[in-house]
């Protein structure tokens, strides 16, 4: 009933910069907070960043610094800016969000499909 679309991914040189997006659409009430994830190949999932109704957010150490999350909730989309980006970053981003549905509260829990970032030397 929830989809998320992110763009953005791509290849980008050390030291530069990629914008992350990830929007929400579908019977949603209201969401509770969003997050984004990321994955490389042999590694375990990472959690990023998150953002929540407060408009607070946590951060992973590797990112403090250097990455910024962000919504805009007429949109229900979140962003993730990406800077100084190093090539330990790359991997699979994925955006996640907690949601209530129109007619059943939940929360319920999605996923986008991920989008790629890789980071070159």
């Known amino acids: 009933q929830v989809q998320l679309v992110e763009s953005g991914g791509g290849l980008v040189q050390a030291g530069g910069s990629l914008r992350l997006s990830c929007a929400a659409s579908g019977s949603i009430f209201s969401i509770n907070k969003m997050a984004w994830y990321r994955q490389a190949p042999g590694k375990q999932r990472e959690l990023v960043a998150t953002?929540?109704?407060?408009?607070?957010?946590n951060y992973a150490d590797s990112v403090k610094g250097r990455f910024t999350i962000s919504r805009d909730n007429a949109k229900n989309t979140v962003y993730l800016q990406m800077n100084s980006l190093k090539p330990e970053d790359t991997a699979e981003y994925r955006c996640n969000a907690e949601v209530s549905l129109l007619f059943r509260t939940g929360p319920y829990n999605y996923w986008g499909q991920g989008t790629q970032v890789t980071v070159s030397s």
């Open positions: 953002t929540f109704n407060d408009g607070s957010a």
